[in-house]
């Protein structure tokens, strides 16, 4: 059991790299996906793009737009959105 614990705990915390389109956001360096959901929120933060009418969706400006492909996300379709864009 430990064994799939380790092997469960290195894949998700081995190094992906970006998309272009992704890596305009957070960088283009190798990141586990913890990293780059946490540089995600900061760039979100940052530039104030969470719906003040509902915190949990996401305004997408330009840059945002291109990894997910429309205007509004929720923070769970957020997550599949990016996962595309790692590898």
Known sequence: MANTETSK????????????????II???????????????????QRNLQNPANKRN???????????GKDEVTMFEMTGLVSKHLA
Do not use: N
């Open 9 to 24: 705990s290195s894949a998700f915390m081995k190094a992906l790299t970006p998309s272009p389109e992704l890596a305009a």
């Open 27 to 45: 960088g283009a360096q190798p990141l586990p996906r913890t990293e780059a959901t946490k540089r995600l929120w900061d760039y979100i933060k």
């Open 58 to 68: 996401i305004l997408c400006d330009a840059a945002l737009r291109a990894v997910m």
